[in-house]
């Protein structure tokens, strides 16, 4: 991915000056109706959501009125502040371990499975023919008092009683979510690897690199691009995950985007909503803008 | 007998208070409005006086978008060939859209879904008057109408207009497996709050209800009209007792389903939980706390802005039939506000657990329908409800 990134921008590299003056215009004209899109249905509403969170906007009419209340209480020590905490160390856990996890799956089909390679591809993408919801619920039988797992233990005589942590707990949405994220993260990873020049490996084994040293020195560092833009893949969006935690969270897995929904939809705090959503929002940017350089800056190391 | 009359007229007083401060925000919110704009928006008051001729059925667009709670849909509710097929045959299939809890209905509305007409609960109506949303039945085109039991009825009804038509009503209590919960001496609420299951207890994830609940177990007078310093100290109990819970259910088919897995044992329940536990042939006990069961009414809102004026009133009218009234107790061992049903047609198992030969049982003290909650105190647990579960 990053690769045929760096292989545009040399094309397009020396622009502007000789370039014919239509070609703006029709840079333009291409580029209005996304960026028109991304202006109506997303830098405005988002505005709006400010507007919310200041209470210049207000659910019942009549009781607005410009203040930074909301943002001081959820600063100052609020447990809406705690459980945002939680659920980035959740989202790291997460994306950390579906791309370790994902690695070797992503190496093996794109360096060693040759023939099969397009097959296997596929077949990594065949959970997405069965709907999210229904995958959810058969976590929930694998995993419950009476499941899969609980049944098996308490039949070998492992475990008398059965193990209640495995639903409906923290555990329950990492493992769901890190399950989910796997192919997702593997996709890049492969892309990387896939673009990986060979000649390279054949050089350092030359020079006498056992596959170890060649896989260091040689295959990880090339493949940076692809492990990054997969951890993005994964962290950034299960910071405001709602449905899984919804689904097998329970009491303890409860995560940041489920208070966001509550605000909204159960408890009609628009103003407490908004800020909960302007933050995460803030903080997702900014995550995204320092993931971004560093992807930037690596793609000149290894370029 | 007049015990039970000053009961109503006491719940009816406080909900008329609740409604005249109701009239109060809405009347602020028009002159705010007109002050805004400069121009008068008769639609979100209720007049009566000038209503518009309604335009014949045959000329509305049809296709009726209803608001309701899952398992209430066609063909769901009643069967394929059941209580709503007189009105599908002839009208069509509406549309269901489902709301999970009055709370989101709430709030679904207020950002923008405009559906024909929902079903909330009887506790919130004054909620829906004051977002100006919605208008009254005309109770003359419901041919079961007569049918209603009165008190329900009555409750339904605000400045003389019927904006809420009762549909279905029962009870809220613990359900709890009797093969492997032992109640600590008599029947309570606490079984909630009981350490030895820890990890098998299920509250509801809703925003009153859990203070309402520690309330009448610690002998709050009026559970539903709590202080500020009462629900923090019931925040700060619920927050040490939270870890007993194995999640908060916020979907009746999630919970039958916990509770048939045995991952659940204890059960903040309405009575289609019970029936749907007995069915997986488990030992169940619908309890009888000694604090009173909680109840609840739910029926149907008109949309102000609805053009499905008489498509609605069909509907309802199809739903309102004894026949309906048959359907949901014998199928989800609900009441419904169509009294007119021969018990005999009942499995006698319901009627004895859901009192439903006996008024009185689900009057005060012996249970506590869900009372009106002003907006700003509705807020003031909801707020402290979201903290319980952030913590």
Known sequence: ?303 | MSTEHEERNQRRLGRDDFLKLGAVTVGTGVLAACGAEGAPEPAAAPTGEDEPERPPIESEPGNLDVFEWAGYEYPAYGGKNGVLKPYVDQRGKPKFTFLTSDDQALGKVRAGYRPDMVHPCVDYVGNWIEMGVVQPWDTSLITNFPDLEAPLVQGGQVDGQQYFLPADWGFSSPLYRSDEVEPDGEESWALFYDDRYEGKISWWDSPLENFVIWGYVNGIENPWEMTDEQLDEARDFLMSKKHLCRNFWSSQTDLDADIAAGNIWIAYAWAGSYVAAKDAGLDVVYSEPKEGRLGWNCGFVLMADTENFRHAHEFVDTWSSVESAEWIINNYAYGHANTSVNLANVPEDYVAVFHLDDPEARQEPNAHYARPVSTERRAAYAQRWDEVKAA
């Open chain 1, 1 to 303: 991915m990053a690769v045929e990134a760096r292989e545009i921008e040399t094309t397009a590299a020396p622009p502007g000056v000789g370039a014919r003056p239509r070609t703006g215009l029709v840079t333009t004209a291409l580029l209005a109706p996304p960026l028109l899109w991304l202006v109506v249905f997303f830098l405005i509403p988002v505005g709006f959501i400010f507007l919310y969170s200041v209470n210049v906007f207000a659910f019942f009419p009549g009781t607005q009125a410009f203040t930074l209340d909301a943002w001081k209480n959820f600063l100052d020590g609020s447990p809406f502040l705690d459980l945002f905490w939680k659920s980035i160390r959740m989202s790291l856990i997460i994306s950390v371990v579906a791309v370790v996890a994902a690695y070797p799956i992503a190496y093996y089909i794109a360096l060693i499975a040759s023939k099969r390679k397009y097959v296997l591809l596929l077949l990594i993408l065949a959970p997405f023919l069965v709907s999210y919801f229904l995958r959810l619920l058969a976590w929930k039988v694998i995993l419950g008092d009476q499941g899969v797992i609980n049944s098996f233990l308490i039949w070998t005589g492992i475990r008398d009683e059965p193990v209640s942590w495995l639903l409906y707990s923290q555990f329950a949405v990492i493992l769901t979510l890190i399950y989910v994220y796997i192919p997702f993260v593997a996709l890049p990873i492969f892309a990387s690897l896939e673009s990986l020049d060979r000649r390279l490996l054949e050089a350092a084994s030359d020079l006498g690199a056992s596959r170890w040293q060649a896989f260091r020195k040689v295959t990880l560092p090339l493949s940076v691009p692809g492990v990054i833009a997969a951890f993005i893949f994964v962290f950034i969006p299960t910071i405001g995950e709602y449905f899984t935690p919804l689904l097998v969270g329970g009491v303890d897995g409860t995560m940041f985007g489920n208070a966001i929904a509550d605000q909204f939809g159960q408890s009609l705090n628009w103003l407490n909503g908004s800020v909960l959503s302007f933050f995460l929002l803030v903080v997702v940017a900014v995550l995204m803008s320092i993931f971004a350089r560093f992807l930037t800056v690596r793609r000149v190391a290894t370029g």
